[in-house]
């Protein structure tokens, strides 16, 4: 069976950056298990597996237009600490949940805090960045109609409802 759109799909895999610095692996821990064409890994990895087997294994080099997007300068923005109520501690590095201008919701992280200051930052936190991946694929399997409809696996290694 070869990967292909609506397999469930299970891969090892160790990510590193430009530095050859590890960002991610699922080394010691279960595989990733994801749906095939549904959009659940970055594009230029999912693309890049289509059509692979059980056994198979890549060194992917995936750029940023396809993986997280280039680095958005206007994403990043200096917000008084008064819009943080309810926040007794702000520190850098912490994460929230605010608008975008598209009124989608977005993660934003706190870049740094300066007297009344705090700068955010709505990038995904690899953006801008070319990413490799050096995958194994476990395993290939129908996915379910259920997995389908919702656009991801279930079960071991995927979404529990």
Same mark, same amino acid.
């Given at each position: 069976?070869?990967?292909?759109?609506?397999?469930?799909?299970?891969?090892?895999?160790?990510?590193?950056?430009?530095?050859?610095?590890?960002?991610?692996?699922?080394?010691?821990?279960?595989?990733?298990?994801?749906?095939?064409?549904?959009?659940? #890994? #970055?594009?230029? %990895?999912?693309?890049?597996?289509?059509?692979?087997?059980?056994?198979?294994? %890549?060194?992917?080099?995936?750029?940023?237009?396809?993986?997280?997007?280039?680095?958005?300068?206007?994403?990043?923005?200096? %917000?008084?600490?008064?819009?943080?109520?309810?926040?007794?501690?702000?520190?850098?590095?912490?994460?929230?949940?605010?608008?975008?201008?598209?009124?989608?919701?977005?993660?934003?992280?706190?870049?740094?805090?300066?007297?009344?200051?705090?700068?955010?930052?709505?990038?995904?936190?690899?953006?801008?960045?070319?990413?490799?991946?050096?995958?194994?694929?476990?395993?290939?399997?129908?996915?379910?109609?259920?997995?389908?409809?919702?656009?991801?696996?279930?079960?071991?290694?995927?979404?529990?409802?």
């Amino acid at each position: 069976m070869l990967i292909a759109a609506n397999k469930a799909v299970s891969i090892d895999y160790t990510l590193t950056n430009d530095a050859g610095e590890v960002i991610d692996s699922s080394a010691g821990g279960a595989p990733l298990v994801y749906l095939q064409g549904a959009g659940n #890994i #970055i594009p230029g %990895l999912e693309k890049a597996l289509e059509g692979q087997a059980v056994g198979a294994e %890549l060194k992917v080099c995936v750029e940023p237009e396809d993986a997280y997007g280039e680095y958005a300068a206007e994403l990043v923005s200096t %917000l008084s600490r008064s819009m943080f109520e309810g926040v007794d501690e702000l520190e850098v590095g912490m994460q929230f949940h605010a608008s975008a201008p598209d009124g989608q919701m977005q993660i934003v992280t706190i870049r740094d805090l300066d007297g009344d200051d705090v700068t955010v930052d709505g990038n995904h936190p690899l953006a801008g960045q070319r990413l490799t991946f050096d995958v194994k694929i476990v395993a290939i399997r129908d996915a379910s109609e259920e997995e389908i409809a919702h656009g991801h696996v279930h079960g071991e290694g995927g979404h529990h409802h």
